[in-house]
Each structure stands twice: as structure tokens, then as C-alpha cells.
């Protein structure tokens, strides 16, 4: 047996309230401490030398214990949870350890086992599991009061009350809705019991619960409370509030006569009802708000559908608004309803139909609201609703003496996208008596207002357009067969046994509808005729004569009715189709017609001589139009004359070399035309005074007159005759009119480009006399000018005596000027032969490197001067090119200049690099670049680029000009690319070989060939 002789480890084990059992390696019981034999009820005697199983209830399986034994006899520690039988048949639970003890040589020598009851811990564990499982299960607010009743009573000595929040009445109040006293001794409080909250100001809206041992000596108690407890016997309180999704819906209180009596378990238990019963208290409440919104949804739908049934029945909109008004009114039930209609004239919202003796009252006195004025007009201002539960405390609020109760009013917009058509305006006679969800339930209403307000004046306006097109259509008809019947020889037609007749005049009609052809005029007769009508207007009558020995059946006279409807309709058919072939083949003509004036007008413009044009335009409008003749007269300088300067066939041209003119005064169809500037048309030239004959055109019957205009300026006058009376009309004046406006824009374009063909050849001529003289000029300039610089030379050398400072300098000065001068008139020599086609270029092989290198030496002296760096980059692959040496010398030295002057600080870069057919030059600069849109302006003559930098610099602008015709007389190419601010690149490109010589050249080669 384990060594229990020290007095510590004994007086431990006797002492302490864990049950302590140590068996041997194979579980025999080698002793129990005093907690053992307390809990289990064996004594150590009885279950000495036996083994653990004497405690084995049978509530664990096989498992349970080969778990237990695998770890002990591993060596570790096992702990669990086991539920045990005592001696006397119950069960308890057990939370223990048992420890395997081994000697030094590591055997396991004993097992020790160590446990505490937890029989309670697990009891409640049980009871709070079935609490939540109840509480799940209960589906009303009455069956969670009575699971957290019953299941709270764990402990019989507490009373229970469960109080929810009521918020309905003037001030919130705490209402009593499940209690039991249990055994508590307390007299059990009436359900319904309302507290105010001003009893219980520690515990009202609270999130922490309220702990009173005695509420009678409690000083944080109100004298409400402690009266309230005194009339129960009440004395320990504890107060728990109902809390759950942050929304405070109650609380419940545990009350016991006895002082002190609620201990640290009783309250855990407490607690964990509480809070389990607030979710399920929420989760209830939640359901029962949604099947209550759901009803009532489901309600307002079946209301709403009513409404809508009514609205879709109105027939027009002042029945639309009364039935919007009372359906709402009564399926609703509100205290008022009325509708206002928006008046954008007077920005005002009138009443149109308010309900009951009220609305009437308010319609005869013309009751509106302002826009912006009152709920009713900010919803239509803000076209948003208004909604306000209490009117009283808003401001804005307008109220009415007919409608004294009104305490809540909800104004909704009636709006078709965002045109505001109206407000239907609701009130009630209680505070908050319309909420948000009459809110959405009117605006959904208002949508469907709006849209059946739109669709009846839609509706409305549609039928009185129908009304309009009907009322045209009947005037289209009455109009179309008067001006039928005016066009027809015949009135009518008569069929009898001989045959069909014509009637040509109305009394043959008459006396044909008062007898038959076939019976004797001393036979009394009887008439059936029925009106033939066609959208409601008569055109004419159908009759038939009745045989007095066989009159017409009911049936009979059915079906001639019914023949009567559709010979009027096959009437108008047959009118109406034979209008349309008219107007078509009219339309056929008029398209002819212009077609003829648009290849007379292609055929005209392209025509440049007046005199080929005119003749041109004469013979095809004769031909095309089918003429008998055709002129066209010009004014002449003064205006007053109209000479004829064509006129179709032979003629036309005899009649023009006749001189043949008119005096615009003249009395003239033409002169008429040209005075009044408008087209004429006779159509019977005999019969007015101003048609004047002429010998050549004896057949002339009809004539136009059609004055040829461009911009109001009269240029002369297209006129064309027939030999056929009648024969033009209104259309031909329209169309012909076209085609005068067409030859005399062709007409102005001739007499435009022939004076600038002209202008161009003077300016020709012009221009080379001028470069003959400048070349002629600079010859005689610059001989006397070299001599002034050669006499500079002479008195700068001292050959003709020595010179003081000052005589040194201005000497100095004027052979400058002179150097300057002779460049300038080389520049304009240079420009003058190669605009006279004189510059005649000597070609050699030029060494571009050699060249490159002179120009550099050349820039030298002017570069460091302004301290700017220059480069060169030469490709080594560059080869000779045939060219003028001193031009192409010239060519680069322009450029390089200009990148010197025009470059303040930085460098210059010439670069030569070799390409398949030509050498490629650049000259790059840092000075100050160009602007985009003056880049063009860099090679005209003459011209310089704005800025102070390069006015300063100086220049006849003749040098890139030069520069750039030089390359292009090499053959290649010259262009410039310029960032402003940061500098330019010139490049130009230069041929291996000349075009003369590549073109010698490939002679040769095709000879060879």
C-alpha cells in the first residue's frame, strides 16, 4: 500500500473536498479519503480491495474506457468527466484526474485518482440547454413568457415578473405580462400592471441589471419602488433587462421576501434565462411584426388593386380624380382626402375634388396653395412626399378651419418622370395616424395616378384629334367631289331594260328618279332611294322604282342599303385611285423634268468659254424640254441693255449675229423679267400687249421669261417659248426657275475665270520683267560696290597714307556695310535667276566630309565669339556626290549661320550621314526654336519670324528661301523639325547623282542595252 504515514500528506488527503482514490497497477482499491465515502455513500471498508467498476453507472460505452486505460498505462494523465452510480442507485457527475505514480526505475507502482462533484454545475448546464431549446420552439410572445416563468422557478422561493416596454400612450410605461409567485410567499401582482418608468429610474432603458439584498434600505430605490415592493413583500429585487439587437424591450424582476437571498448561482441562472428569453422575446416580436406587415400588405394590395380597378374605369380625368379621392377616402379610412392639380400659369396647385361636405365646401371657395406653400406645396416644389406625424410642431404646416382634427397629413406627389401633375393630399385625426408605410403604399398610387392622368388626357386628346382628322377628312371629300363633279360632263346614270344611259344634266336625273323606263307614265310609281355617303358626307344618291305588283321585301331593302354603302365606298375608291394616277404622272413629268434641268446644269458647268456655254445650254433645253424655241440674253455693262447671246438651232445663231437687243423699259415678256427680277408666264401671247413678235418665230404661243440672278445681281434672262397654248405650268415655272439660277452661276464662274486667266498672265509677265530687272539691277549694283570695297582695302592697307583711329574705324565701317551690301544684292541676283529659270548650277564631285570640315572652320571664329560649342559628325561611309560645290557650300552656310545667330548659348551640331541614294545633312541648334504655326512661314521670301532675338539679328528673309530652292535644284529635299524654347533642326538631302546626270545615265545604260 502507498506510503499515506506522513501526518501532511495524510492530514491533505483527509481534509480536502476533492474525492481521492488510489488503486494498484491492476485497479484494486488500495484507499479512499473521507470526500469519497461522503459522495459515493461506501464506506473505505466496503469497497477496499474492490476495483473502481463498483461505480460504473453504464453510461459510457467501451470506448470511454479503453481511452482511460490506453493514456494511464502510457504513462500521462487522464482527466474527464464521468458520471458515477453511488451506493444508494443515484448518479453524479464527477470532473477527475487520475495520475499514474511511478518509481524510480520509471514503473507505474499506483494510479491516483482525484474528482470533484459538479453534479449542480451540470444540472443547470442541463436546465439552461432545455430553456433554450423551449425558447427556441415557442412561437408567440405569451408562450416565451411562460417558458421563462416555469423554467426560471428552478429556485421555488423567487417570485418572477416579466414587464415589457409599452410606448403607445403619452409616456412610455413598464406593463406586467407574466408572473408567478411560486413559493416565494409574495402576493402575486395583477397581469396588466403598468409601472411607470419614473419608479425605476436605475433600471429603465439600463443595459446592466439592478442588485438589491434589501430594497427597503436601499438608498438608489425610488419611494415609488420601495411602495411598490412593500404592498408585495418584497424585500431582496433583482432586475434584469430584456435586451437583444441592441433594442431594450423590458425587463424582468426576481423578488424574495428574504434579505440576502440572492447568491452568485441563483443569479447566473437568472442571467442566463434572462438573456436566452430577450432573443427569443426579439425573434418572436420580429415575426409577429412581419406577419402583421405582411397582412397588412397583403390587405393594402388588395386595396390598391381596387383603386387601381377604379382609376383604369374612369372615363375621363375629372371622373378619374373623383374616384382616386373615394376610393382612397373610403378603403383607407382616412379623416381627409383630397387631390390638387398643378396650374404652371399661376405656379399654383388647385383643388380639384376634395371629399365629402368638406370638399365641396373648400372647391366653391376656389381652395389652391401656392407652389412652396404649406406641405402640399413643398411636395410639389421638392417633388418629393412630405410625411408628418405630429402637424402641430412643424412650421410650415397651413391650417384649415373646415378640418379642425387633423393632427397627421401626408402630401404625396402625383409626378410623370419629373413633371409634377398634381398632390393627393391625405390627413388624419390622429397623431402619427399616417406612418412611412402609408408613405410607400400612396407613392406606389400616385405612380399609377400619373400614368392613368397621362393616359386619359392622352386618351382625351387623341379622340379630339380623331374628331379634328375626321371632320378634315370629311371636308377632303365634299371638297374633292365638288371639284370632281365640276370637271365631269355627266350627272349620273340610268339602267333599265334597254341599257345603260348617261344622264348629262340634272333634270334628266329628276325626271329619271320619278319614272321607270319600261312602265307607262300614267302608272303610279314608287321611288326607293338611299343617300350615298362617305364619311358622313353625301356624294350623290342611289334609287331604284319599285313594280307596284311586286313590292321590295323588308330583306330587299337590306340588301339595297347595303349596296348603296358600297357603291359609295367603291365611288370614293375609284375617285381617289384615279387622283392618284393624275398626280402621279404629274409627279412623273416634274421629275423628268428636273432630271433634264440637272443634265442641262452638269453639261453648263462644265463649260469655261460664256459664248460655247450659252450656245451649249439653249440647244439642250430645246431639245430636252421639247421647245419651239429657246434664247438667252446677257445685260450689258450699263445695265440697261439685254443683248441676245444665243439661241437654240439655226436660227438661234441667225437671230444673234442679228445684234438683236432689248430696252429693259421695252414692253417686252423679257424685259418684264428682268425689271421685276420674278419669272413670267403667258400662256397665250396674243392676248397681252407687251409679247414681242418676232418674223423668225411665227409659232410662238406660250412664253417664259425667267431672269438668271446671283446674289441679286441680275446677269441676264432664260427665255423659252412654245408653239402650243397652255403649255407651261406653275411646276415648269418652278423647275425652269432652278435652271436660270444654275446658267447664270455658270455663267459668272465662265466671266470669273476668264478675267483671272488673264490677271495670271499679266502677273506672269509681270513677274519676269521683275527678275530681269533685279537681275539686270544687281549687275550695275555691284560693280561700283565692289569698288568701294577695294578703295576700303586700299585705305585700310596704308597705301594711300595712314589713317587715325577714327578714320581707321569708319573705313572699317563702310567696307562692312559694303561686304553686307554685296550679300544682299547676291541674295536677290540669286533669287531673281532661279525664279527666271536662269541659275545655272556647275556640277563636280564634291568631298561632303572636305566641305563639311571648311564650313566649321568657317563658323569658328563666329561661334566662339558667343562661346557655343560646335560638333561635327561625319559617317564614315559617306561618299562623294555630284554637285555644285559653291551652291552646296552655300547651302550649308546659310543654315549654320542662322543656327549660330539664332543660338544664345549651348552648341551647334552638323551632322552628315550616308543613305542608299543620297547624303543625309543636319544642322542642329539649342537657340530658341520655332513655334508650330510659324514653321510654314520659315522658307517664303521676304518673311520673318516675330521676336525681339530675331528682329535683332537682322535679315532680308531671302537666305532659307534661297537655301531651300537650291537643294530642290540638286534634287533632294529640305525640311525643319523645332521644339520651341529648345532649339531646331534643319535637314536637306543631297543626291549622289544630279537628276541630268542620273537621267544621262540611264540613256546610256538603255543604249548599251
Not at 193 to 205: C, D, G, K, S, W
Not at 217 to 225: I, N, Q, S, V
Not at 312 to 331: F, G, H, K, M, P
Not at 614 to 621: H, I, R
Amino acid at each position: 500500500m502507498m506510503n499515506l504515514d506522513n501526518e501532511i500528506y495524510r492530514a491533505l488527503a483527509e481534509q480536502t473536498d476533492d474525492h481521492i482514490l488510489i488503486t494498484d497497477p491492476d485497479g484494486t482499491i488500495l484507499y479512499v479519503n473521507p470526500a469519497f465515502e461522503a459522495v459515493t455513500g461506501y464506506t473505505a471498508k466496503e469497497v477496499l480491495g474492490k476495483t473502481p467498476r463498483i461505480l460504473k453507472s453504464g453510461e459510457h460505452d467501451d470506448a470511454y474506457y479503453e481511452d482511460m486505460w490506453q493514456t494511464m498505462l502510457s504513462g500521462k494523465s487522464f482527466r474527464g468527466m464521468s458520471i458515477n452510480r453511488k451506493k444508494d442507485g443515484t448518479c453524479y457527475y464527477e470532473e477527475k484526474t487520475i495520475t499514474p505514480i511511478k518509481d524510480a526505475a520509471g514503473q507505474i507502482t499506483h494510479f491516483l485518482s482525484t474528482g470533484k462533484d459538479v453534479t449542480a454545475r451540470e444540472e443547470r448546464a442541463q436546465r439552461r440547454l432545455e430553456i433554450r431549446q423551449a425558447l427556441v420552439l415557442a412561437q408567440t410572445r405569451d408562450e416565451v413568457f411562460d417558458v421563462i416563468v416555469e423554467k426560471a422557478t428552478y429556485f421555488p422561493q423567487t417570485a418572477i415578473s416579466v414587464f415589457l416596454l409599452d410606448k403607445t400612450g403619452d409616456a412610455p410605461a413598464l406593463i406586467l405580462k407574466k408572473t408567478d409567485p411560486a413559493k416565494s410567499g409574495l402576493t402575486r401582482m395583477p397581469d396588466g400592471t403598468r409601472i411607470p418608468v419614473e419608479h425605476l429610474p436605475n433600471t429603465f432603458m439600463s443595459d446592466e441589471p439592478f442588485i438589491s439584498p434589501n430594497i427597503m434600505t436601499d438608498k438608489r430605490a425610488t419611494e415609488g419602488a420601495k411602495a411598490l415592493a412593500s404592498k408585495f413583500g418584497a424585500q431582496g429585487i433583482v432586475v434584469y433587462p430584456l435586451k437583444a439587437g441592441g433594442e431594450w424591450l423590458g425587463m424582468i424582476i426576481f423578488a424574495s421576501s428574504e434579505e440576502g437571498y440572492f447568491t452568485e448561482e441563483k443569479l447566473e441562472v437568472y442571467q442566463d434565462v434572462t438573456e436566452q428569453g430577450a432573443l427569443a422575446l426579439r425573434a418572436t416580436l420580429l415575426n409577429e411584426e412581419a406577419l402583421t406587415a405582411l397582412a397588412r400588405r397583403e390587405r393594402e394590395v388588395q386595396l390598391t388593386t381596387q383603386v387601381a380597378q377604379e382609376i383604369a374605369a374612369a372615363s375621363n380625368l375629372n371622373d378619374l380624380y373623383q374616384r382616386v379621392v373615394t376610393q382612397v377616402q373610403e378603403q383607407f379610412g382616412y379623416y381627409y382626402t383630397q387631390l390638387l392639380r398643378y396650374d404652371d400659369s399661376m405656379d399654383t396647385l388647385a383643388l380639384v375634388v376634395g371629399y365629402g361636405d368638406v370638399g365641396q365646401k373648400m372647391l366653391a371657395m376656389n381652395h389652391s396653395m401656392p407652389m412652396g406653400v404649406g406641405l402640399i406645396g413643398k411636395a410639389a416644389e421638392t417633388k418629393q412626399s412630405v410625411l408628418r406625424g405630429r402637424v402641430a410642431n412643424d412650421p410650415n404646416w397651413q391650417s384649415n378651419p373646415l378640418l379642425p382634427q387633423t393632427a397627421s397629413e401626408l402630401s404625396v406627389p402625383i409626378k410623370m418622370r419629373d413633371q409634377v401633375l398634381g398632390v393627393l393630399d391625405v390627413q388624419s385625426s390622429a397623431v402619427d395616424g399616417v406612418t412611412a408605410n402609408d408613405q410607400l403604399l400612396l407613392e406606389g398610387l400616385c405612380g399609377q395616378i400619373a400614368i392613368a392622368m397621362e393616359s386619359t388626357r392622352l386618351r382625351q386628346e387623341m379622340e379630339s384629334r380623331l374628331r379634328e382628322l375626321s371632320l378634315l377628312q370629311r371636308q377632303m371629300s365634299r371638297e374633292g367631289w365638288k371639284k370632281y363633279k365640276e370637271q365631269q360632263d355627266k350627272v349620273g346614270y340610268s339602267f333599265d331594260l334597254t341599257g345603260l344611259r348617261v344622264l348629262t344634266t340634272q333634270s334628266e336625273s329628276q325626271s329619271t328618279n320619278n319614272q321607270n323606263g319600261t312602265a307607262s307614265k300614267s302608272e303610279p310609281q314608287s321611288h326607293l332611294s338611299r343617300s350615298l355617303t362617305v364619311r358622313g358626307e353625301s356624294i350623290g344618291s342611289f334609287g331604284i322604282e319599285e313594280d307596284p305588283e311586286r313590292p321590295l321585301t323588308d330583306e330587299e331593302r337590306e340588301i339595297i342599303d347595303a349596296v348603296a354603302q358600297e357603291l359609295a365606298e367603291a365611288l370614293e375608291s375609284a375617285r381617289l385611285f384615279e387622283q392618284t394616277q393624275i398626280a402621279l404622272a404629274e409627279q412623273e413629268r416634274l421629275a423628268s423634268e428636273l432630271e433634264t434641268v440637272a443634265q442641262v446644269s452638269t453639261a453648263a458647268s462644265t463649260i469655261l468659254e460664256v459664248d460655247e456655254l450659252l450656245q451649249s445650254v439653249v440647244d439642250l433645253a430645246k431639245s430636252s424640254f421639247g421647245l419651239y424655241h429657246a434664247h438667252i440674253y446677257l445685260t450689258n455693262e450699263t445695265g440697261k441693255k439685254l443683248l441676245l447671246k444665243a439661241g437654240a438651232g439655226n436660227i438661234g445663231r441667225l437671230m444673234s449675229l442679228e445684234g438683236r437687243e432689248i430696252n429693259i423699259d421695252d414692253d417686252s415678256i423679257v424685259a418684264r423679267a428682268a425689271r421685276t427680277q420674278k419669272g413670267v408666264m403667258e400662256n397665250n401671247v396674243r392676248r397681252i400687249v407687251d409679247f414681242m413678235p418676232h418674223p423668225l418665230l411665227p409659232e410662238t404661243r406660250s412664253e417664259m421669261a425667267l431672269p438668271m440672278l446671283v446674289g441679286g445681281k441680275l446677269i441676264g434672262v432664260l427665255d423659252l417659248q412654245s408653239d402650243e397654248e397652255g403649255y407651261f405650268t406653275q411646276e415648269d415655272l418652278n423647275v425652269q426657275t432652278t435652271l436660270a439660277a444654275q446658267i447664270a452661276v455658270a455663267v459668272e464662274n465662265a466671266n470669273q475665270y476668264a478675267i483671272q486667266v488673264q490677271t495670271s498672265t499679266k502677273l506672269r509677265e509681270v513677274d519676269v520683267l521683275k527678275s530681269e530687272f533685279l537681275a539686270s539691277m544687281s549687275h550695275e549694283l555691284r560693280t561700283p560696290l565692289n569698288s568701294i570695297i577695294g578703295f576700303a582695302d586700299v585705305l585700310l592697307e596704308g597705301l594711300d597714307g595712314d589713317l587715325n583711329e577714327r578714320m581707321e574705324e569708319d573705313v572699317r565701317l563702310i567696307r562692312e556695310s559694303g561686304n553686307h551690301l554685296r550679300g544682299l544684292i547676291g541674295d536677290i541676283l540669286d533669287m531673281s535667276k532661279i525664279e527666271a529659270g536662269r541659275m545655272d548650277l556647275r556640277y563636280e564631285e564634291v568631298d561632303m566630309t572636305q566641305l563639311a570640315n571648311d564650313v566649321m572652320a568657317t563658323a569658328a571664329p563666329l561661334a566662339q565669339e558667343k562661346k557655343l560649342f560646335l560638333h561635327l559628325d561625319i559617317d564614315e561611309n559617306v561618299k562623294p556626290v555630284v554637285a555644285d560645290r559653291t551652291r552646296l557650300r552655300q547651302v550649308m552656310w546659310n543654315i549654320v549661320g542662322n543656327a549660330i545667330k539664332f543660338t544664345e548659348k549651348g552648341s551647334v551640331t552638323i551632322s552628315v550621314q550616308a543613305q542608299s541614294t543620297h547624303v543625309l545633312c543636319s544642322i542642329r541648334d539649342t537657340g530658341i526654336g520655332i513655334k508650330e504655326e510659324n514653321i510654314n512661314a520659315v522658307f517664303e521670301q521676304f518673311r520673318q519670324i516675330d521676336g525681339g532675338l530675331n528682329r535683332a539679328a537682322g535679315g532680308t528673309g531671302l537666305g532659307m528661301p534661297i537655301t531651300k530652292k537650291l537643294v530642290e535644284l540638286h534634287g533632294g529635299d529640305i525640311w525643319l523639325e523645332s521644339v520651341y524654347g529648345q532649339g531646331t533642326t534643319f535637314l536637306f538631302t543631297v543626291p549622289y547623282e544630279p537628276p541630268q546626270a542620273a537621267l544621262h545615265a540611264e540613256e546610256a545604260a538603255s543604249s548599251a542595252a
